[in-house]
């Protein structure tokens, strides 16, 4: 990454593309990350939604976009970027556009599309090396329904799914390891709370030539239960407990772009959020706490 | 203008090649698959300038075929029966787009039970996608569909997908002699896509397909889908005109054979109408004043064309190749709703449904379905739907499962099947 604009957050696009007053809550970290991203990529892009929340960001007859957009279905967004890719690739290959119509195609969906119904459509576009940009919004849930559990929940969290007792039973699934085993041109991990090493990411995806795909981590007041005053600092802490790894995957090679040391507790991110709160209150369940430091740590321990 | 022996398949795929599409997304499905691999062959001896695509599933498939349809170019695809109905959500998606393109859907039944031969079920699931429909009864008319399908969707008064229908195995694997127009009398015919404002363009953004709130941009948005739905009846009016003056032959909406002077009509869809073309000659042979009538288009429904050309018969023979569990046939039910309170309406309409999973209707059949019907306009009272069987099929299925049971048993329990064996 050394040939980077973005070094600093003064280096950070000054300009600002994506219109407010749209239906998001506020405080929504899948938002802030598309505003940045946005700033980086520009206008000159088709985004290609699945159902999600960020489906409310068009709404007849207006849109924050200043570039072009297409709504497909929750299963399917990486078919309908295939399906633009290769109209605007014929068009440009018999000379009906002039290459300054060439649009970068921007697939944008959440983890419940992600993680699960969209996963065969994004495995497939990888296989046909579909030259396009995948963003991910992660919020952890199916958010846009009311926060029920996906498979991009985190182990233990209450969802309006599993909202007695402990929480949701399962493990967060590894995405970005699903995505980088397919071999893709590139793949990370970001958070809108560290701008500048999103900004880079968005960057040097633009700047490759096949699939790429970014998970952005999206911490959400409403369905994760805080603030939303505290959505960047929640965002930086994931990154600061090591919860959220900042990485990327080129080649066959993963890169650790943000690697705090020492890392903060767990403890430190779960407690600011309502959906975690059981873990403190009425008592500290120090067993469950330990089992998910536990995790980190020997993540951690393999990262080297 | 060449004339060659080929499958209800190929001359789809010839459709295609002569509409000189831009795009062919795919997905492999018996009895379907002949079609996009001849097109991929073309494609890769650079007989035909466009882009194939496989994708990793039919709603794959059918995204885009829409998403680059809105992106501005011609586009071509093919499925049939499960792989429909697996592309549903999209069939409905992309009619809203207004994203014009063809999709050839080769008929086959559904599962379960799980099968490879030719029903209507499958189309007739997408009956209410706004995608219209055309159903084709001969290898030659599979060929002309697709390229009046597309003068169809193209045209800005409709700007709707289309299926155009053939039989699997009756058409999609049956040899016909087919006449390929010549190219540059299509090109005239067609003439190129002008996507007008569907397109993506940087300097033209746009965003298509958005979210409304609320009914009223609903119901406004889907109300001028079903009005050009409707309005696509003139332009298949305008286009099989041009057609005939083209190509010198001509597809009406709905098709007519000896149904001017008949007192008994059959009415019907797709290849299994070239039987009841053969019945009604049997018929008329043995003095019986039989006709049948055939519906091309069935989304549009062409009440009117069909209103006219059941006016004052004594009674029609509705056989339906699908079955809506509960109802009946489905083309009964469309039938009596454009008839009921016309002043020439038939005095009876009968129900047959036949012909399911590539069962096939037999000419005493059709001969009793005419004499049942006329019986029953003696009567003045419709009989009561029948489900085309016969005995010797109930006895062919008595053996299966008598087999299946002795089966059954023995699995249960083997030990008495062995001391039996001793």
Redesign the interface.
Known sequence: MSETRYRRMQDLPSTHLLGSGTAMCAGCGGLQAIQEIYDVLGEKTVFVNAAGCMTMLSVYPFTPFRGSWIYTAMASAPAGAQGVRDALDVLLAKGRIPPEEDLEVVVLTGDGSAYGMGLSATSGAIDRGLDFLYVCYDNEGYGNTGQQSSAATPHAARTASDALAAGFPGEKKDLFSIWAANRPAYVATAVGAEPVDLARKVEKARGLVGPRLLIVLAPCPTGWDFDPGEGIEIGRLAVATGIWPLKEWEAGRVVHTKVRRPRLPVEEYLSRQGRFRHLFEPERREAELAAIQARVDAYWQGVG | MTRRLLTGNAAAAWGARLARV??V?AFPITPQTEIIEALGRWIGAGEL???L?T???E???L???????????R?FTATSSQGLLYAM??LY?VAG?RAPFVLVNVSRGLAAPITLEADHDDVLAARDSGFLQIHCSTCQEVLDSVLLAYRLVEDPRVRLPAIVNLDGFHLSFTREPVLIPEPGAVDAFLGSYDPENVR????R?????????GGG?YSYFRYEMHRAAEAALGVHAEAAADFARAFGRRWDAVETWRAEDAEIVFVMLGSFATKARDAVERLRAAGERVGLVRLRLLRPFPAQDLRRALAGKLGVAVIDQNLSLGRGGVLHAELASALYGEPEAPRVLASFVGGLGGRDIGAEEFREMAAETRAAAAAGRPPAPRLLYTRGELREVRKLQGIAHAERVEVASPARGEGEAR
């Not at chain 2, 885009?64 to 170019?73: E, I, K, L």
């Not at chain 2, 993506?200 to 300097?203: E, P, Q």
């Open positions: 831009d795009y997304p300038a466009a882009r695509v994708l990793e599933s709603h794959s498939m995204t885009a075929a829409g998403a680059a349809a809105a992106t501005g170019v586009v959500e999209m998606t787009w993506f363009l940087a300097s953004p746009i965003s298509q397909a958005v979210a409304v709130l941009p």
